[in-house]
């Protein structure tokens, strides 16, 4: 298995309090994605980091920011939880982007907003 | 923008056959295909590149039709096993750092 781990796996944290989630990796894959999972909406992405200090933006960046100072980590923070915000998040990391490489998926985090 | 996948659901017996279908609004450079379990991560299945190129699972195959912008996933004599929600992902040859994935399709498999 890639060596992928996320925490905190389970959070409940209130509505206006910042959250920062963390996805760490053992591969020093160059590409690390964050992905929030709804019923109905599959697998959405929010930002992306192609190398350290350099990430952009997905579909659905509105509300999260990320950072990335070391290949092995890749933070995602919510600077002011909403109830929108309760979901599944996913971290995936591949070698590349586009080429005959595989994303693997670290096991989420389960975020409530209450 | 995410891929359009179909059927969203689809049930089956044991042993019977289900085709997946993806499609994109912009050209592709790359599908991927992955399942998930409930409660667990998504699984990589399969990769299809523009111009051919696969790499994959054994007893799963897919197509890539470039000029349509879609591809399609064949579980043939399908196991209890393969129960779960596929997703198809998508790299555009415009934004090829993204890996974005469509809405999922459950399959569920009876015996």
């Known amino acids: 298995d890639a060596g992928i781990t996320q925490s905190p796996r389970h959070k409940v944290t209130e509505t206006g309090t910042p959250v920062t989630l963390r996805c760490h990796q053992t591969?020093?894959?160059?590409?690390m994605y964050w992905y929030r999972q709804d019923p109905g909406h599959g697998l959405r992405l929010i930002h992306y980091?192609?190398?350290?200090?350099?990430?952009d933006k997905g579909e659905v960046s509105d509300g999260y920011s990320v950072s990335r100072s070391k290949t092995e980590d890749f933070l995602l923070t919510l600077e002011s939880a909403t109830s929108s915000q309760t979901s599944v998040y996913f971290c995936?990391?591949?070698?590349?982007?586009?080429?005959?490489?595989?994303?693997?998926f670290g096991q989420g985090t389960r975020l409530t907003v209450v | 923008q995410q891929p359009v996948q179909s059927p969203q659901a689809v049930i089956l017996r044991e042993g019977e056959d289900a085709v997946i279908n993806c499609s994109s609004s912009?050209?592709?450079?790359?599908v991927h295909w992955y399942r998930q379990k409930h409660g667990e991560a998504p699984v990589f299945l399969m990769i299809?590149?523009?111009?051919?190129e696969q790499k994959g699972h054994e007893k799963i195959s897919a197509s890539f039709n470039e000029k349509k912008q879609q591809s399609s996933l064949y579980l043939t004599a399908s196991q209890l096993s393969y129960s779960g929600t596929y997703f198809c992902?998508?790299?555009?040859?415009?934004?090829?750092?993204?890996?974005?994935f469509g809405s999922g399709t459950q399959l569920t498999v009876l015996p």
């Open positions: 995936a990391i591949s070698e590349r982007t586009g080429m005959n490489t595989e994303a693997f």
């Open positions: 591969e020093n894959h160059r590409y």
């Open positions: 980091s192609y190398g350290v200090k350099d990430t």
């Open positions: 912009k050209a592709l450079y790359s």
């Open positions: 299809l590149l523009k111009g051919g």
């Open positions: 992902g998508t790299v555009t040859s415009g934004s090829a750092r993204q890996l974005t």
